[in-house]
């Protein structure tokens, strides 16, 4: 037997679970020692509110929203209209927006907990555009 496939048999035998096991190490999450769950960039970020009354931040914003918030022992925690299933990260949410009045060319993401577009990338000539349609830099 390789040397490899014997120190794999023992790591697999010290770690394996079993009734006894899991009796004396449960293995639970601390959820005060857990990161935040919501997205920050740095404060000199340039941020665009969400405005209530426009329709394009009202759909960029019921995309990624908190929707409810539930108090446990140990702090609030905020649920958001598409969870991360289970999973140790969040979905994030960022947008290209360009053209729009009042609003830098740029790729942006949805910083949920201020409820603003953070500007994370300035356009020039570049963008998504390339991606989606192979040709459109070529005119």
Known sequence: ????????????????HSYLSVLIDPNYVDASTQPTALKFYPKFYRRFPL??????????????????KKNYKDGLYALRVNPSAGALYPTELYVQVRGIKGM???????????????LIY??????????????????
Request: aromatic residues 8%.
């Open 104 to 118: 830098i060319d740029g790729i942006y993401h949805l910083e949920v907990a201020t409820d603003s577009l953070t």
């Open 122 to 139: 300035e356009l020039i000539d570049d963008g998504l555009e390339a991606y989606i349609l192979p040709n459109h830099f070529e005119r």
């Open 1 to 16: 037997m390789l040397q490899t496939q014997i120190t794999g048999k023992a790591y697999h035998d010290a770690t394996k």
């Open 51 to 68: 405005e209530t009354d426009n329709s394009l931040h009202s759909f960029i914003r019921l995309t990624s929203t908190i929707t409810f």
